[in-house]
């Protein structure tokens, strides 16, 4: 009951509604911003969306350190949890450390092919049942077009939702005349949906830069508020 309530509630389904009813499946959306922003937080909340909705997800981390990824999920949950039963709080957070998988690799000794690799067998042969997949610091300065390619057509195979998040880095400006980030021009064939965030007024904005075949409607009645963490609209 609690969890029906919180999927119904969350700010998500207005950006839901934007993609026309989501992602995706085959599909590969990006978070892309300046460090430090919130690019974790807003995969976080969606990763959390799906579990909600008893969906399992795999969270890919090409971080050092995967603690601080389990301590992201630990803050926003007694966030949105805040005030809210214990016992009922308790059993959903039992709930989704069972439907969570977090996995960690180092891209400049990971291939793209082994990691994608073992996902599927965490898929396949684990019988871990994720559709959607989430890819935190993978660094696309690093990357090619070839590696996301890969990505997206794993995906298509499998028939997985793929949330990337991509840190904007370098001397202004990042952002092309169309707002498309300078960084991220040569994987444009290979994402469906692009998202950057800014913040101003004490508040991280988001727009929705490219959305799929779709015209994408600019900026998004969607805030995410640093001191909590929380996306609001």
Request: aromatic residues 8%; glycine residues 6%.
């Amino acid at each position: 009951m609690v969890k029906t309530w919180l999927v119904k509630r969350s700010p998500l389904r207005i950006l839901e509604n934007a993609l026309q009813g989501g992602l995706g499946k085959g599909n590969i959306a990006v978070l892309a911003s300046r460090k430090g922003i919130g690019k974790t937080a807003c995969l976080v909340h969606i990763a959390l969306d799906r579990l909600f909705q008893d969906k399992p997800i795999i969270h890919v981390s090409y971080a050092s350190r995967v603690d601080y990824i389990i301590t992201w999920y630990e803050d926003i949950f007694k966030e949105i949890m805040k005030n809210r039963d214990a016992k009922a709080a308790a059993e959903i957070h039992d709930d989704l450390i069972r439907n969570r998988v977090i996995m960690n690799f180092k891209q400049d000794a990971a291939r793209t092919e082994r990691v994608l690799q073992s996902i599927e067998a965490m898929i396949t042969a684990g019988k871990f049942a994720a559709d959607t997949i989430i890819v935190d610091g993978y660094d696309f300065a690093a990357g090619t077009p070839e590696d996301l390619r890969k990505f997206r057509e794993f995906a298509g195979k499998l028939g997985l939702e793929l949330w990337f998040s991509a840190s904007l880095r370098g001397e202004e400006p990042i952002l092309d005349s169309k707002g498309f980030p300078l960084v991220l021009r040569p994987f444009l064939d290979e994402i469906s949906v692009l998202i950057t965030m800014v913040s101003r007024n004490d508040l991280v904005r988001l727009s929705l830069i490219k959305n799929k075949d779709a015209p994408a409607p600019g900026e998004l009645p969607l805030k995410l508020d640093p001191r909590t963490l929380l996306i609001a609209e």
